[in-house]
């Protein structure tokens, strides 16, 4: 969303005073909106330094411990550096939030959501093949009827799919229905030199 990316940007860029922004090793979900209703949603976050294409990447859902998805491809659009891409359900509250929709985008807790660039995963929501009853849990909360995002200090996805999925290592637990954090995301991932290369060149390295 517009408004709110100018002032993301702003804030990075007052944060960061000059030096080149901060890098994320590739994009990655940065929330998780688990609400009532149909109000699911996920964003997709470039904290690279480079505008990145959508073509290629993906999101699979992985329902009550399935270890086959439900796969939503991202809409073929380039991300610019600092934006989000976020995909909710046609039915979400606040559609002015939405980047795109997708029926596909339907979870309520025990479902696994992963992020893919030709199929191979870039980060992971929950525990593919694991049924976990209702939701994954830890102290914090649980992944159902609640808002989940990430926490600024975490730079790299998490490809561990079938690794279990603890949602208070890397991720704030907010109440239902939060949506207000919905198209921006601070990322405090340090800087690093502007290297003037592109990110075909830099994903080459990631991966
Ligand atoms: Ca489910
Ligand atoms: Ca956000």
């Not at 002032?7 to 909106?33: H, N």
């Not at 046609?90 to 309520?108: H, Y």
């Not at 660039?117 to 009853?133: A, I, K, L, Q």
């Not at 909360?141 to 603890?166: E, K, M, Q, V, Y």
Request: hydrophobic residues 40%.
């Amino acid at each position: 969303m517009i408004a709110r990316l100018t002032t993301a940007v702003l804030i990075l860029g007052l944060a960061l005073a000059g030096t080149a922004g901060a890098q994320t090793t590739d994009l990655m979900i940065t929330e998780y909106v688990e609400g009532s209703g149909f109000n699911k949603a996920i964003e997709i976050f470039n904290g690279t330094e480079d505008t990145i294409n959508l073509a290629g990447y993906a999101l699979a859902r992985y329902s009550n411990g399935s270890t086959t998805a439900a796969v939503i491809p991202l809409t073929a659009v380039d991300l610019a550096v600092g934006e989000t891409w976020v995909v909710t359900h046609p039915s979400f509250v606040n559609l002015a939030l939405a980047d795109q929709t997708s029926l596909e985008l339907n979870f309520n807790g025990d479902d696994a959501v992963v992020l893919t660039f030709n199929g191979t995963p870039v980060d992971r929501f929950g525990r593919v093949g694991e049924d976990p009853g209702d939701y994954w849990s830890c102290a914090a909360g649980t992944t159902a009827n609640h808002t989940l995002r990430r926490l600024a200090g975490i730079c790299a996805g998490d490809t561990a799919t079938t690794s279990p999925f603890d949602p208070c290592i890397e991720w704030t637990i907010l109440a239902s229905d939060s949506i207000g954090g919905l198209g921006y995301h601070l990322a405090d991932c340090g800087t690093v030199p502007a290297d003037g290369s592109t990110w075909s060149t830099l994903k080459a390295s990631f991966r």
